[in-house]
């Protein structure tokens, strides 16, 4: 399997737990507000193949807990589950992060024990979904099945939305509250612009407008909790 990318260690990117990131290109999503647009491809140049990551996390088993598998999205490579397998082997716990389009792959490897913690991104209220992710139209039933699918808390799991001012307004979030309820944890994550965002001119809430929007969504969910 080709990899687009290794973060060595984070304190971030998998909760309670350090880890290192690990990057696969590829994406169905065309999100204007995206941080990795250099790896939508499946074609994106790789910075190294399965063996040389399973051979660093081989020598970093003292020091590392867990690898977050993240993207693009992940879900579209073929051959996830047999890379799933050969991390668990090594004895990492492993956080998939996923767009929720791809719920039959995600339900088998929840079931099959090969991941120990789901992020699932909401991107936005149902009637806003294709054009925040970038698509003229867009069929949410598998975003809806990969949702209920986690509902049922047969693995740990989050829910979290990006949230660009260009994009999401209260009305969003009146909508998503409902749409997740009884959800573990949501988490808004504001909007850093970089270098890599597909496009320009996207801006953030500030801290005081993250708060009003996630007073929105607090009922409707166990926890809720702003991130940046």
């Not at 690990?22 to 507000?33: A, S, T």
């Amino acid at each position: 399997m080709k990899i687009q990318g290794l973060q060595k260690m984070t304190l971030l990117d998998f909760p309670g737990k350090v880890a290192c990131t690990v990057f696969l290109g590829g994406c169905d999503y065309r999100c204007p507000f995206c941080h990795n647009s250099d790896i939508l491809s499946m074609e994106a140049e790789a910075l190294l193949d399965e063996k040389e990551l399973l051979q660093f996390l081989e020598k970093r088993k003292n020091l590392l807990e867990g690898v977050a598998i993240t993207g693009g999205e992940p879900l579209l490579r073929n051959d996830i589950e047999e890379l799933l397998t050969s991390i668990k082997a090594l004895g990492y716990l492993i956080k998939l992060d996923t767009n929720g389009n791809h719920p039959d792959v995600l339900k088998r490897i929840v079931e099959k024990g090969l991941v120990d913690y789901v992020a699932m991104d909401i991107k936005n209220s149902p009637d806003r979904y294709a054009p925040t992710i970038g698509l003229k139209t867009f069929d949410l039933s598998k975003v809806m099945e990969s949702k209920e699918f986690l509902l049922q808390g047969k693995v740990e799991y989050e829910f979290r939305t990006t949230v660009v001012k260009e994009l999401h307004d209260e009305d969003s979030f009146k909508e998503i509250g409902p749409w997740i309820q009884g959800a573990q944890k949501y988490y808004l994550q504001t909007f850093v612009d970089r270098d890599k965002v597909m496009f320009s001119g996207l801006s953030a809430y500030d801290k005081e407008e993250m708060e009003k929007l996630a007073k929105i969504v607090e009922p409707y969910v166990q926890h809720i909790e702003i991130r940046g």
